[in-house]
C-alpha cells in the first residue's frame, strides 16, 4: 500500500506528474516534445526555482490541459457529497466547516476535503501563470 507516494519532493512531484501526464495522454505531444527541446527541468518549482520563460509558457499548457484531473483516479469523475434530494452528486466544496468540542473549546475543521487538499504540491502549477 502506497498512499501518497512521494518520497522525494525534487523528483516525485512535478517531474514525475508531467512524465505520467504524457505517457497517459493527459496533454499534447507537441508541448513535451518543446519541453524536452528545451531541457526544461522543473524539479525546483517546490524550491520557487523556476527554468526559462519558455519552458514555464510550456508548463502553463500542461497546467491547462490537467486541470481538472483527478490525480487519484486520472480516468474517473471527482464526486463529492450528495445534495440531499435524490439528485446528481456535487462537486464537494473545501469551504464547507463543521465544529467540535476539543480540549473544552469549540474549534472549526474542514468537513470535506479535494486531491489539491491531499497534494498540496499538485498546486504549485497554478501558482507560476504567466
Not at 483527478?70 to 462537486?91: A, H, Q, R, V
Not at 468540542?101 to 468537513?111: A, E, L, P
Not at 489539491?116 to 499538485?122: E, G, H, V
Request: with cysteine.
Amino acid at each position: 500500500m502506497v498512499g501518497n507516494g512521494v518520497t522525494n519532493w525534487k523528483y516525485d512531484t512535478e517531474p514525475a506528474y508531467l512524465d505520467m501526464g504524457y505517457w497517459h495522454s493527459l496533454y499534447d505531444s507537441t508541448t513535451y516534445e518543446m519541453m524536452q527541446k528545451n531541457n526544461c527541468d522543473y524539479s525546483g518549482l517546490a524550491f520557487d526555482k523556476l527554468p526559462s520563460q519558455t519552458c514555464m509558457d510550456l508548463y502553463g499548457n500542461f497546467a491547462d490541459d490537467v486541470d481538472k484531473v483527478n490525480i487519484y483516479d486520472i480516468f474517473g469523475m471527482c464526486w463529492g457529497l450528495p445534495t440531499g434530494d435524490g439528485s446528481e452528486k456535487l462537486k464537494a466544496q473545501s469551504h464547507e466547516r463543521g465544529l467540535t468540542k476539543v480540549g473544552g473549546q469549540i474549534k472549526s475543521y474542514k468537513k470535506t476535503f479535494t486531491a489539491r487538499d491531499y497534494t498540496p504540491w499538485a498546486t504549485y502549477r497554478h501558482k507560476y501563470r504567466a
